[in-house]
């Protein structure tokens, strides 16, 4: 895949110089590898957030000073209020060497059965993978248009040759369910909601009732 490339600068290193690196609007970040020195650098905010929130795989070349290193964004903090990256980590590649990342999962076409009325629930958008890095993908692609009501696609559906899965095979993807069973679970919800707030269920009341009634029936014989 074409990576785009990171233009970087160097920086120092120590809680001052990091402090002025984010007050010039950058982030501090560094790169590392099995047989590759660590090196710290800083990039803009603007490109590394173009990086992070780009919905395909986050690879890239990082060039500095003349140097181009073939990376992945393999880690990075946000400010827990601004959402303002505040570190990143960039492992750098290794041919012949596999490497762990996290992939997007892009769903193609409509499903079948939510044509005929069926909801369709996506509940993996990224996948842990080990390959290659010139297997590494921009997005693993799975195709749902052949889903009926009732049908799901797990990880093990998926190609097992180019990638190495970190997640239970038995996971499912995607599934399209009959509408009628989520109302149905509804409205099961909203009854054991009401019983938790302190609410008989329908009929107890009256029978509660008389009883209350003939408590004081009872205490107006003895008067």
């Known amino acids: 895949m074409d990576a785009p490339t ?20 950058n982030v501090p970040c560094i790169l590392y590898g099995r047989d590759t020195d660590p090196v710290p650098f800083q990039v803009s905010v603007h490109d590394l957030n ?14 500095m000073n ?3 290193w073939s990376c992945v964004l393999k880690d990075f903090d946000l400010h827990p209020i601004s ?8 492992q750098v590649l290794k041919e012949g060497r596999r490497v762990t990342l996290t992939v997007p999962v892009s769903y193609e076409g ?3 059965g939510q044509k005929n009325g069926g909801d369709t629930q996506i509940l ?26 009732g049908d799901a696609i797990h990880l093990y559906d998926l190609d097992q040759e180019a ?9 499912t993807l995607v599934t399209v369910v009959a509408p009628h069973l989520e109302a149905l679970a509804t409205e099961d919800e909203e009854e054991e909601e009401e019983l938790e707030e302190g609410e008989l269920p329908e ?6 009732a008389e009883g209350e009634e003939g408590e004081v029936e009872d205490e107006e014989a003895d008067a």
């Open 110 to 112: 409509i499903p079948e």
């Open 163 to 171: 990638y190495s899965y970190k997640m239970a095979q038995g996971q």
């Open 6 to 25: 990171l233009n970087a600068e160097p920086r120092d290193t120590g809680k001052k110089a990091t402090r002025a690196v984010r007050n010039s609007n």
């Open 66 to 68: 003349g140097d181009t």
């Open 50 to 63: 173009r990086l992070i929130y780009s919905r395909q795989t986050s690879v890239v070349d990082v060039s």
């Open 203 to 208: 009929g107890e009341e009256g029978e509660l």
């Open 83 to 90: 959402d303002v990256p505040e570190h990143a980590d960039f």
């Open 124 to 149: 993996v958008r990224e996948i842990t993978i080990s390959c290659l890095p010139e297997n590494i993908p921009s997005e693993i692609s799975v195709d749902i248009s052949d889903l009926e009501i």
